[in-house]
């Protein structure tokens, strides 16, 4: 998954956390699995996976 910050920072929000979380419980049911979701914004971007959210 992948989805932007316009505000220019890429720091995930509690929104953006539980949401993410929700989707792969709703992926699991559907035999979709995430592998990660970036958030991107306008000079960098953050991996959930690689900061230990997934």
């Known amino acids: 998954m992948v989805h932007n910050h316009p505000s220019g920072d890429p720091t995930p929000s509690r929104a953006d956390i539980d949401i993410t979380k929700s989707l792969i419980e709703i992926g699991k ?17 953050v991996s959930f996976r690689s900061k230990g959210l997934i």
């Open 29 to 45: 049911l559907m035999g979709i699995a995430v592998h990660d979701h970036v958030i991107v914004a306008s000079e960098s971007c």
